[in-house]
C-alpha cells in the first residue's frame, strides 16, 4: 500500500490566488512527521514546512500552511497569493518512528506539478 | 553557510563500469541520507548514515550498491556493474541529528545517465 498519496497530477492556480495541494498518507505509528518539499524545475528539493503528529496547532511558514486533519489522515499543503515563482513540482513526505528504530527515511509520494498562471 | 555539495553533477557511463558520486554534507551535521528519483517519481530512500555508520540501509538496491563515510562527514555511494536501469538522479541530503523532526537538506543531486 502506498504510505504516501496524491491524487493530483498536476494544477493550474491563476496568480495571487490560493491553492491547496492533497497529501494524504498511512501509517500505523502513533509518531510521525509529515513533510512538505518544493522542487523546481532546476531539480533541487526545498523544504517548506513540517508538520509533527503530537502538533495541535496547524504549521504555518509564511505563505505556506499545512491543513493537518489527523483522523483523515491528511496533510493538505495550502499556498496562499500564488506567484509565479511558485509554479514546480511539490512532494508531500513522512518520517515514522519505525517501531523502536530511530527516525531516519523520509518516504515520498508522487509529487504533484503546480503552474502558476499571470 | 554553504549547502550540501554533491559531485559530478552529471555522469555518463556505459555499462558494466563503475562509479562514485561524492555528497558533501551541511558542516556539523551528523546524519546523512541518500535518495534516488527517477523521472517523474518521487525520491525513494537508498541509505542513511549516523556518523560513520550506516544505520538503515534497506533502500539499497542489490549487492551492486554501496556507501561509505569513513570519517562521519563526506559520503561516496558507489554503484558496481552499472545497469541502464540505474539511470536517475541521486539525491544526498544531511539533518543536524536523527530526530523527529529534524529537516534533511538536499543537495542538487547527480545525474546519472548509463548507457
Known amino acids: 500500500a502506498q504510505k504516501i498519496t496524491q491524487t493530483q497530477p498536476g494544477m493550474f492556480v491563476q496568480e495571487k490566488e490560493a491553492v491547496t495541494l492533497d497529501c494524504t498518507y498511512d501509517t500505523s505509528d502513533p509518531s510521525y512527521g509529515l513533510f512538505w518539499y518544493k522542487q523546481p524545475s532546476s531539480g533541487e528539493m526545498i523544504f517548506l514546512i513540517y508538520?509533527?503528529?503530537?502538533?495541535?496547532q496547524n504549521a504555518t511558514e509564511g505563505r505556506y500552511s499545512l491543513n493537518f486533519q489527523k483522523a483523515r489522515k491528511s496533510a493538505n499543503l495550502v499556498i496562499s497569493a500564488s506567484q509565479l515563482g511558485d509554479s514546480a513540482m511539490y512532494f508531500c513526505?513522512?518520517?515514522?518512528?519505525?517501531?523502536?528504530?530511530?527516525?531516519?527515511?523520509?518516504?515520498f509520494g508522487q509529487g504533484t506539478i503546480l503552474t502558476v498562471h499571470p | 553557510g554553504a549547502g550540501v555539495s554533491q559531485t559530478p553533477s552529471n555522469k555518463v557511463t556505459e555499462k558494466g563500469k563503475y562509479v562514485e558520486l561524492r555528497c558533501d554534507p551541511i558542516s556539523g551535521h551528523t546524519a546523512l541520507y541518500w535518495y534516488r528519483q527517477s523521472l517523474g517519481q518521487g525520491p525513494e530512500f537508498l541509505i542513511y548514515?549516523?556518523?560513520?555508520?550506516?544505520?538503515?540501509d534497506s533502500g539499497l538496491p542489490n549487492d551492486r550498491f554501496f556507501a561509505v563515510r569513513p570519517e562521519g562527514s563526506v559520503s561516496t555511494l558507489k554503484i558496481q556493474r552499472t545497469e541502464r536501469g540505474d539511470s536517475a538522479v541521486y539525491l544526498c541530503?544531511?539533518?543536524?541529528?536523527?530526530?523527529?523532526?529534524?529537516?534533511?537538506?538536499f543537495g542538487p543531486g547527480t545525474r546519472l545517465t548509463v548507457l
Open positions: 513526505a513522512m518520517r515514522e518512528y519505525a517501531g523502536g528504530t530511530s527516525y531516519g527515511k523520509l518516504t
Open positions: 541530503a544531511s539533518s543536524l541529528t536523527r530526530g523527529q523532526t529534524d529537516t534533511q537538506y
Open positions: 548514515f549516523q556518523g560513520t555508520g550506516a544505520a538503515d
Open positions: 508538520q509533527g503528529s503530537y502538533d495541535q
